[in-house]
């Protein structure tokens, strides 16, 4: 299986580089993952040879572009197993989707004395719209607690999500424990009160195979660049009868079917909800991507991963004073691994890596209410892709043990 990710690595032509002297580690895909060779050079190839606007012209260039553009939404339907194109939205990424949905069917389906349920593992992206939601229509915002171990407590889960429950908004894949959150199980939960379901699935579709029909999911929303694609591109899933009932957020071109002197229309799923000029490159870069991925095979890349994980756990936990956050059964994780080293800040650790090459991510990553609920300010997260290696992860155990070494004595 290691041989898989040296096949992969290849590639990433950035990963072919030294950093501070040293070959370049990376081990931030949770933040953003790298893009391979095949992504680029569809990027690429769009803007020497179709770039032109979609939807609204006849020429050649303009009917070649919207082809692409709406082959790749084609691309994301299948691969998160849709089940039409008409339910994929195209946005700037998973934080504008989950505004999208509070926004619209939250401000239209969300009452005074109503309920919204979240969890403590959730990114901010998947908070703060709740909350300004709640403010709004007076309703109340609601946390699930966490096990021992780091993952979602179904007991909790239970007692917070009632009858006067509207909307779950949950992870399916924590950023910070790496987490796997079982969705279709919550769905259920929430489908049994009449409240819709809300996914971020930001850390999942990367990194394992997702079937919104199969999970039952309302909602769920995810980014292009987390998955090898372009910045600046992203998904909103909505069923189809949910979709029809809600109002655009944005307004302007493309979207209507008819600008009256005093009103308007909108035109059909899904451009109803995609106002003025696409993001057109990003959308065919994650088409790339998909098939990128497809050609990997997601299952193979989670298998991969939880290998590594399963590979460098051990090493960490024989390293002292090293404090693991979240579950350490490789089996119930993606290729997210967070920890603290005692006695150093995590900036300084993240820092003193860097000087050897390592690339991880410190701070609260946009999950202060789970920093604060695990009684620590800021973590040190390593996160893992397709492209690392066995090798990466034993850089990352050096670099630790230097480290560690340098704060408690000052030599490397």
């Not at 939205?89 to 989950?98: H, K």
């Not at 966490?146 to 908004?169: E, P, Y």
């Not at 910070?176 to 939960?189: D, H, K, Y």
């Not at 088409?287 to 997601?298: C, E, H, R, S």
Request: proline fraction near 4%.
């Amino acid at each position: 299986m290691n041989q898989h990710g040296e096949a992969w690595k290849k590639d990433f032509p950035i990963l072919d580089q030294q950093v501070n002297g040293e070959p370049l580690v990376y081990l931030d895909s949770a933040a953003t993952s790298q893009k391979p060779t095949q992504v680029l050079e569809a990027v690429d190839t769009y803007y020497q040879t179709a770039n032109a606007n979609v939807h609204r012209g006849v020429h050649t260039l303009a009917e070649r572009a919207t082809a692409q553009y709406e082959a790749a939404r084609e691309k994301v339907q299948q691969f998160i197993h849709a089940k039409e194109t008409a339910e994929i939205l195209f946005t700037r990424g998973t934080t504008t989707s989950l505004n999208w949905v509070a926004k619209s069917y939250g401000e239209a389906n969300v009452q005074e004395g109503d309920e919204i349920v979240i969890s403590y593992m959730e990114h901010h992206s998947n908070i703060v719209p709740w909350q300004q939601l709640a403010k709004k229509t007076k309703a109340s915002l609601k946390y699930i607690e966490l096990t021992a171990d780091g993952q979602l407590d179904l007991d909790s889960a239970a007692k917070q999500i009632t009858a006067r429950t509207k909307i779950v908004a949950l992870t399916h894949v924590s950023n910070v424990l790496g987490s796997i959150n079982p969705i279709a199980e919550l769905t259920r939960m929430a489908h049994a009160v009449g409240a819709v379901i809300v996914v971020d699935g930001a850390q999942a579709v990367p990194h394992m195979a997702v079937d919104v029909q199969q999970l039952d999911a309302d909602f769920y929303a995810f980014s292009g660049h987390k998955m090898l694609g372009p910045t600046g591109i992203g998904v909103l899933y909505g069923k189809r009868t949910l979709l029809e009932q809600m109002e655009p957020v944005e307004y302007g071109g493309e979207m209507i079917d008819f600008v009256h002197e005093q009103d308007s229309t909108w035109t059909e799923l899904p451009w109803k909800f995609e106002a003025g000029t696409p993001n057109i490159a990003g959308a065919i870069g994650l088409g790339a991507a998909i098939d990128y991925l497809t050609k990997a095979g997601v299952e193979n890349i989670h298998a991969y991963e939880q290998e590594l994980a399963a590979y460098l756990l051990p090493k960490l936990q024989n390293i002292p004073g090293l404090t693991l956050y979240g579950p350490i059964d490789a089996a119930e994780l993606t290729g997210v691994v967070t920890f603290n080293l005692e006695g150093v800040h995590p900036h300084d650790l993240a820092t003193a890596l860097d000087m050897q090459g390592v690339a991880v991510r410190a701070g609260h990553h946009c999950a202060q209410p789970l920093m604060q609920y695990l009684q620590v300010s800021s973590t040190v997260r390593a996160s893992f892709y397709l492209y690392n290696t066995k090798a990466d992860a034993d850089c990352l155990v050096e670099a630790l043990i230097a480290a560690k070494e340098f704060f408690n004595h000052g030599t490397i």
